[in-house]
């Protein structure tokens, strides 16, 4: 059935992702803090709004796919945001990868207002958003996970429950902490390789086919060997997520080593001026001790 959806945050992730609800025949009213991703919806078959307030007034459902925890609190619990106009009995979903204390707060004074929450983050990059295959970690009620399920599809091809809200968003922090250490090993493979003088895309290509073959390697390998760091995926946001990880570790005593480790390089590499460029960056990181 068609659902009413505002959809706030129309940038690399939620463009996309916006798109492919209209193209699933649902009515969607995007918002973004700039003009021309709403124009762009609006262009593909959505609807534009000139505020938050007027996104979500009529929305069923609304979704959020911003930056970081500052941005959903704005955006979600700030005045002129979405708990204050929108439906009793609608239903907001955060796509967004945020701390999953922000979503239990989130969640608490939606309940307030008689609204229901999801949190619902994504895995699968600008590639899956476009194509339509993301994975979708979901916490939250299994009665509002079911309402969602329909919407979830038209965006995702792994879909799945995960337990009460902020469980999306303690796996989604576990999925971050896989991709950062892959990425910065494969890297770390690829200065080896070259410094060896070794056929670098005939080396990544038999790689991929073996045990060392991973979606990390399949996605950004072009990226590695032409050195092509648009984002994708910014390693400021990287870095966001890296501390998401290793404070929820610390919280319950998990050790994380490596991505101790790694989080560190995450950091150095923004400090040296790479934070916009895409996270298969990290290989500046490399070249740089190196001593190239
Ligand atoms: P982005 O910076 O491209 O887009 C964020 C959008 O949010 C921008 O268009 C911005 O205008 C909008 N926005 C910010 N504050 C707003 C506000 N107050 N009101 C309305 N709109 C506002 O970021 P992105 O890459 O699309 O990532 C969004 C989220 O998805 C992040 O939490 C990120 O960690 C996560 N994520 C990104 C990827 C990826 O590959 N890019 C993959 C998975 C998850």
Redesign the pocket.
Known sequence: ASRKIAF????????PMAANLVKAGHHVTG????QP?IDALVAAGGHGASS?AQAVRDAEVVIT????DP?VE??IL?EGGVLEHAKPGSLVID????TPQTSIKVEAAAKEKGIRTLDA??????A??VEAV?SIMVGGAAEDFAEAKPLFDALGTTVIHVGPTGAGQTV?AANQLIVAVNIQVVAEAVVFLENAGVDLPAALDVLAGGLAGSTVLNRKKANMVERQFA????ID??H??MGIVTAAARAVEAPLPVGSLVAQLVASARANGDGSLDHSALLRGVERLAGR
């Not at 796919?65 to 970081?68: G, K, S, T």
């Open positions: 706030i945050g129309l940038g690399i992730m939620g463009s918002f973004n803090l700039t991703q938050i796919m911003v930056p970081a941005q704005q955006v700030g796509m967004s990868s945020i983050p994504v895995s699968g990059g600008e899956g958003a993301l989604k984002p994708g995926f910014r946001l990287h966001k997520d």
